[in-house]
């Protein structure tokens, strides 16, 4: 029987996991209380226990805190605003979008701006939820992702598997996270206001924290597609 108090404890530990991945989704606003250093470490050390390759354990997070983040947040929302390009370090959608992928990014928009209440064609309001990527949300934690430029493409595939254990255990701490991928559209900048080496390439962001279970933005659920869409089985 599950524990009403804790939902994690559960006498099949199969089913516990099955529920964490569940209830692991993307939150965009979160309480202000702050996450314990002990604890983000033990979130980063249990996200380092992902495979990879030669154990190379490719990537870096960097906590981005005070004036730096303050500097950043400025800098990436006044980009944007001027609607201001840059090449990006590495390609992160495809180009051009096949059109089944195509459905399924209109789909998790409109389930986004719809938990919101935000009208298709409202720029404006669209807009100004996009550049709260750039204030992590107001995440208590603020995480930058990097990773070596000498390394193979493969090894954002391990970088990938760490970012997913760290929202796991993240999830499993009682915590939420958020992936923003937004960031990667900015690597010069982002280099640039927080005097980074450009020896490594701009992954993403992570906002971190306690998620605001008011918020309605929090109520965004997008779906999955069923297996037969990704899963076939070869036996000739």
């Known amino acids: 029987m599950r524990n009403p108090g804790n939902p994690l404890i559960n006498t099949d530990p199969a089913d516990a996991y099955t529920q964490l991945c569940s209830d692991r989704r993307s939150i965009r606003a979160f309480r202000p209380d702050a996450v ?43 980009a ?39 009208e298709r064609d409202d720029r404006a309001a669209r807009d100004a939820q996009f ?3 750039f204030c992590f949300f107001d995440a208590p934690v603020a995480l930058l992702v990097t990773i070596e430029r000498d390394m193979g493409t493969g ?32 690597p010069g900048l982002i280099r640039k206001t927080l005097s980074l080496s450009d020896s490594h390439a701009i992954v993403c962001g992570i906002a971190l924290g306690y998620a605001d279970p008011h918020a309605p933005v929090n109520q965004t659920i997008t779906r999955r597609a069923e297996a037969d869409a990704y899963f076939r089985t070869l036996n000739e």
Do not use: K
């Open 80 to 118: 944007f605003q001027n609607n201001q390009l840059e090449a990006e370090d590495y390609s992160y959608f495809p180009d051009p979008m096949a059109s089944i992928y195509r459905r399924r990014q209109v789909a998790a928009a409109r389930a986004l701006y719809g938990a919101l209440g935000i």
């Open 155 to 186: 090894c954002y595939m391990d970088l990938g598997m760490a970012l997913y254990g760290l929202m796991l255990a993240a999830q499993a701490h009682g915590l939420a996270s958020c992936a923003i991928g937004a960031l990667a559209s900015y």
């Open 131 to 133: 550049a709260r990527n």
């Open 36 to 78: 314990p250093d002990e604890l983000l470490l033990a979130l980063l050390r249990s996200a380092r226990q992902a495979p990879s390759g030669a154990n190379l354990q490719p990537g870096s997070f960097l906590r981005v805190e005070g004036q730096a983040r303050q500097r950043l947040t400025s800098a990436l929302t006044q």
